[in-house]
């Protein structure tokens, strides 16, 4: 039974800084490709930022260099610095047991697995 639960969602003001964690259970995590999705009300889902086997990482131009992506043991982190209004939205951690989703990272066809999500307000 596989599970992704996220956590570290809440509300900060601009320019503050949030850690996202998700918690993988029930595969191989440890050979999946994850990554970091949002999806803002009235949005589509969008990509922010992911994460291979090998920590190999890649992400949206929209968070790079503000936002960082790492995994540890079952674990995947997201990072979030010097954020901006435009961040708000419900992020939502994904996995590819498969791995291919490192041909294309932000694409979220990639993904067969997906959390709940946790709301981030930035006002």
């Known amino acids: 039974h596989v599970q992704l639960v996220e956590s570290g969602g809440g509300s900060v003001q601009a320019g503050g800084t949030l850690r996202l964690a998700c918690v993988a259970s029930g595969y191989e995590y440890w050979r999946a490709y994850m990554a970091w999705f949002r999806q803002a009300p009235g949005g589509e889902r969008e990509g922010v930022a992911g994460?291979?086997?090998?920590?190999f990482t890649y992400y949206s131009p929209s968070v790079n260099g503000r936002f960082t992506i790492s995994r540890h043991d079952n674990i995947l982190y997201l990072q979030m610095n010097n954020l901006v209004r435009e961040d708000s939205a419900m992020y939502y951690c994904?996995?590819?047991?498969?791995?291919?989703?490192?041909?294309?990272?932000?694409?979220?066809?990639?993904?067969?697995?997906w959390g709940q999500g946790t709301q981030v307000t930035v006002s």
């Open positions: 994904a996995a590819d047991p498969t791995h291919r989703a490192y041909e294309s990272p932000l694409q979220d066809f990639r993904y067969a697995y």
């Open positions: 994460i291979g086997a090998d920590e």
